[in-house]
């Protein structure tokens, strides 16, 4: 029998041959680790709003320095229960997610949402103070206004009290997913606050008694104020602009109350894969351009204090100086805590 022969490879030629096998699979861990570490996850509404989110802060501020944004679309209660769902897995499945500010409560309250290091964000300083919080950096914003068809309000409203007053009975309308802010704006025209909701239960009744019109969505407002089946209601004035643009015949006021703001805000999951590309994504929220450019889209305003506004647009959408003192920013731990005995109240005794 013919013996096969073993031929046993020098050291050298062993190292050799086991540093060729090995790099193609280190150069193939390399770039993914690289792709790992520029990629941010980013769950948000769709349409338009991540649209814009890709023409005027990913292009111009993000995917221009090598980072990689992956849009996770879906309306904000899926997003959330996903959060919730996530919260015991050491990595979640994103990086920041867009939320309002009463979902932003809602998951701190969860507890799945990150403090925000402000450290870390080089346009923190720009942040408008009142809208800075501890979870979420807030995008755009927008505030409850009185809106009115001047054709049905002949004399322009100034107080939250006008939706109440008897001399506009019957030209008041709600919106019904909007109850908590009517709520809030109902509460501080009794003398409440945005804490305290209990006096909104007067003003309410006294509507329900003038004959107030109750709409399903913000589309079925602006079909009444157009229709003129109503003529009076309170509104963001972002909405109203939209409304206008659309021919809805309506104009807007501040109430002397003050403006509850509206925040489109994003925060950061505890588990996020990748906080250095969270941050990056913040800070290039926060950026002048961007949020200019987001007025100019979208309508809302800017969250920081120098992305100064062309005059006319700013009067279009926004606030001057003066009433930028009088924004107010809901407290959402006591909505939070709150909102299903307002929302049984609403259900049960006022839309019934």
């Known amino acids: 029998m013919k013996r096969t022969r073993h031929v046993h490879p020098s050291r050298r030629a062993v190292l050799a041959g086991a540093a060729v096998l090995a790099t193609p699979a280190l150069l193939r861990g390399r770039p993914a680790r690289a792709e790992e570490s520029k990629k941010i996850i980013v769950g948000t509404w769709g349409g338009d709003y991540a649209n814009l989110l890709h023409k005027n802060v990913e292009m111009p501020f ?18 959330r229960a996903k959060m919730v769902a996530e919260k015991r897995l050491p990595r979640g499945t ?32 720009q942040i408008l103070p009142v809208l800075k919080s501890d979870y979420a950096v807030p995008h755009i914003y927008s505030g409850l206004v009185l809106v009115y068809n001047p054709k ?8 939250l009290n006008d939706l109440f007053d008897g001399k506009n009975a019957g030209k008041v309308g709600v919106i019904d997913i909007q109850y908590i802010y009517t ?48 003529g009076l209601c309170v509104m963001w004035k972002a909405r109203c602009v939209q409304w206008q643009k659309a021919g809805v015949p309506v104009e807007s006021a501040v109430p002397k109350e003050g403006i509850i703001a509206y925040q489109s805000l994003f925060s950061i999951p505890k588990n996020a ?14 950026q002048s351009q961007a949020q200019i450019n987001f007025a100019n889209d979208m309508g809302y305003n800017p969250t920081v204090t120098d992305a100064p506004l062309p005059d006319d647009l700013r009067k279009r959408i926004g606030f001057t100086d003066e ?7 809901a407290d959402y731990t006591y909505v939070t805590q709150n909102d299903a005995k307002w929302k049984e109240w609403w259900d049960k005794e006022f839309k019934a």
């Open 152 to 159: 049905l309000i002949t004399t322009a409203p100034t107080s």
């Open 62 to 79: 993000l995917e221009s320095k090598g980072w990689e944004v992956v849009h996770d679309t879906e309306s904000d209660a899926p997003r």
């Open 94 to 125: 994103s990086d920041v997610q867009a939320l309002s500010d009463v979902n932003v409560a809602e998951m701190t309250a969860a507890g799945v949402l990150d403090k925000i290091d402000y450290s870390k964000l080089s346009r923190a300083p």
């Open 273 to 286: 894969p990748n906080k250095q590309g969270a941050y990056a994504y913040l800070d290039a929220l926060l």
């Open 183 to 230: 709520v809030m704006a109902a509460a501080l025209a009794g003398g409440g606050s945005l804490n305290d909701f209990e006096p909104a239960k007067g003003k309410l009744g006294d509507l329900k008694k003038q004959g107030v019109k109750i709409y399903p969505t913000n589309e079925g407002m602006a079909q009444g104020l157009k229709t003129e089946e109503v």
């Open 323 to 329: 009433e930028q003192k009088r924004l107010m920013t």
